[in-house]
């Protein structure tokens, strides 16, 4: 499985999210109406997470040699009801279909998991966008109960969850390849507290 490290994004990754964010195959399936268009607007988001640390949290994923390849993180975190919304963007399309994607996800699940302490991730996903609801589901993600499938910026949207009791027995049961790499993005997301 690929290796990865997260680290809390910086004012100073708006640039390389803004080329991520313009290229089209990219922006196909992020469920954005617009993408930002300048680096003004892309600095404006960063800034919003960093300042809304309670209810938000993002993440630039590294690969194995420590370069960036994309963003995830968890958005609408309510600690009363234990719930957030996950979301993902594997930027350099080189990468793609190659595990990057699922072990960001297994990471930020152990992060959400172990360190907020958080009952259920949701994440809604175009249904035609297969590789990522491949990745979720290897991640342990199953169709969601609370929100029907709608559609949404024109595609079908797939909405999923997974709870925090099946994501821990699913680790009991198997060895955990990612456990270097989340020690890593554990001590990062410490530091962005």
Known sequence: MARVKLRPIKISDAEMCL???????????????????TLDQERSWIASILTDSGHQRAFV????????????????????SGTAFFGIMIGETRLWNRGYGTAATESLLDYAFRELALREIRLSCHRENRGALR?????????????????????????MAIGRDTWLA????????????????????????
């Open 135 to 159: 990745c979720y589901e290897k991640a342990g993600f199953r169709a969601s109960s609370h929100v029907p499938e709608r559609v949404q910026f024109g595609r079908d949207e797939v909405r």
């Open 19 to 37: 080329g991520w964010v313009s290229d089209p195959a990219v922006h196909a399936f992020l469920g954005l109406l617009e993408p930002a268009r």
């Open 61 to 80: 994923i590294e690969d194995e040699r420590g370069e960036a390849i994309g963003t995830c993180g968890l958005r609408g975190i309510d600690r009363e």
């Open 170 to 193: 699913a680790r009991a049961r198997a060895p955990d390849p990612g456990s270097a790499g989340r020690t890593a993005s554990e001590r990062s997301a410490r530091r962005d507290r």
